[in-house]
C-alpha cells in the first residue's frame, strides 16, 4: 500500500483519528454549507453535496448536524465564502504532495501551508509543479457485504469503470472524471448507496523513504490535515513492510 491511505492507517491505528473528530466534522460541515451555497439543497441534483453527505455519514454525523449545515448554505446564511485553492510542493525525500483547501483567506492559509512545508524541510511550489506526477480520477467505495469480488468487477465494468481494488476495507472502483457520475449512479442503483463517492489525486508513481524521512513526512501530513482551511492531502510515498513495522504496522 502506498500513498496517502496508507498515512491514513497508520495514524488510525496510533489513535490520532478520534482524537481529530472535531476537526473532521468542522471540514465537512464547510463542505456541506459550500455545495448547498454553489448549488441547489437537493444531493440528487447536486453531486457535490451528495459526496458531501456521503462522507458525513461515513463519519457518523447526525441527520440534525447535516441539514442545518446544508440549509445555511441553501438560505444564504453563511457569510463566508470560501474559495478552493490547490497548493502543491514536495515533503521531505522528494515525495510529492497535494493540498486541497477550502477558505476564507486565501492569504492566511497561504501562509500556513508554507510554514508547514519549511519547517518539515519540504518545499511550496507553483500551481502544476507535482499534479504532473499525479491522476484525476474518481473514486467510489463499498462495503464488501454488498457483493464478492466478482461480481463487483463485473458490474463496474460493464458501465465504464478503469479498474476496481479490493481490500478488507471494501471494493474500490476507478473512473474517468468525466465517467465518474454515470458509473456511480449505476452501481448505487444495483449496490445500494456507495461508502464514498469523490474525485481524487492518484499518485502515477510513488517514492519510497526510509524510517527517518517516514517520521518526519507522516508529521508534515498531520499536520497539514490538522489546519481547518486544509480538505484532503495527497502524497505519492511509499513505505515497506520493514519500515512499517517500526511505525506498529
Excluded: C
Excluded at 519547517?119 to 499525479?134: C, D, I, Q, Y
Excluded at 478503469?162 to 476507478?174: E, K, P, R, T
Amino acid at each position: 500500500m502506498a500513498g496517502h491511505s496508507q498515512f491514513k492507517n497508520i495514524m488510525h491505528r496510533k489513535g490520532a483519528q478520534d482524537a481529530k473528530r472535531g476537526k473532521v466534522f468542522t471540514k465537512l460541515i464547510r463542505e456541506l454549507t459550500t455545495a448547498a451555497k454553489m448549488g441547489v439543497p437537493d444531493p440528487a441534483a447536486n453531486p457535490r453535496l451528495r459526496a458531501a453527505i456521503q462522507a458525513s455519514r461515513a463519519a457518523n454525523m447526525t441527520r440534525e448536524t447535516m441539514e442545518r449545515a446544508i440549509k445555511r448554505g441553501a438560505g444564504g446564511e453563511a457569510s463566508e465564502n470560501y474559495e478552493e485553492i490547490r497548493y502543491e510542493g514536495y515533503a521531505p525525500g522528494g515525495v510529492a504532495v497535494i493540498v486541497e483547501a477550502l477558505t476564507d483567506n486565501r492569504n492566511r492559509t497561504a501562509g500556513e501551508v508554507r510554514t508547514i512545508f519549511s519547517k518539515a524541510g519540504g518545499a511550496l511550489g507553483e500551481s502544476n509543479s507535482v499534479a504532473f506526477t499525479f491522476e484525476r480520477l474518481g473514486e467510489i467505495a463499498f462495503p464488501l457485504s454488498v457483493g464478492d469480488a466478482d461480481a463487483m468487477m463485473e458490474a463496474a465494468v460493464e458501465v465504464g469503470a478503469n479498474d476496481v481494488l479490493h481490500d478488507d476495507d471494501g471494493h474500490q472502483i476507478l473512473t474517468r472524471v468525466e465517467d465518474f457520475q454515470v458509473v456511480r449512479d449505476a452501481l448505487e442503483k444495483r449496490f445500494g448507496e456507495a461508502k464514498s463517492a469523490r474525485l481524487v489525486w492518484k499518485p502515477l508513481n510513488t517514492v519510497p523513504v526510509d524510517a527517518e524521512t517516514a517520521q518526519s513526512m507522516l508529521r508534515m501530513l498531520e499536520t497539514l490535515e490538522d489546519l481547518d482551511d486544509v480538505q484532503q492531502v495527497y502524497a505519492n510515498f511509499e513505505i515497506s513492510d520493514a519500515v512499517m513495522r517500526q511505525f506498529g504496522g
